[in-house]
């Protein structure tokens, strides 16, 4: 009859074994590093022309209404710090 011990004997002998006993300690790890990451506040957004904040992130593209059949995107972009809304046309073929 085969004993925990022996199971525990073979499965250390599996290379993929030690990984996976490995993984709870570096989930909490990760766990905790996005935690700290996310309390700090960090941005992804460009800086907002009005307020400054890193936090101006494109909202919408949609082909203008009067060029877009020439390429040309309308893209909508606004601040969810100070609440500023800017639109910019994009000319997609430009090089």
Do not use: H
């Amino acid at each position: 009859m085969i004993s925990v011990k022996d199971i525990m004997v073979i499965l250390d002998k599996i290379p993929i074994w030690k990984q996976l006993i490995g993984l709870p300690s570096r989930i909490e790890a990760l766990e905790k590093r996005v935690s700290e990451l996310e309390s700090k506040g960090i941005t992804t957004g460009d800086s907002c022309p009005k307020c400054k904040a890193k936090t101006f992130e494109l909202i919408s593209t949609a082909p203008d209404p009067l060029f877009g059949e020439m390429g040309v995107q309308k893209r909508l972009y606004k601040c969810s710090a100070c609440g500023f809304e800017e639109s910019k046309n994009v000319d997609t073929f430009a090089s």
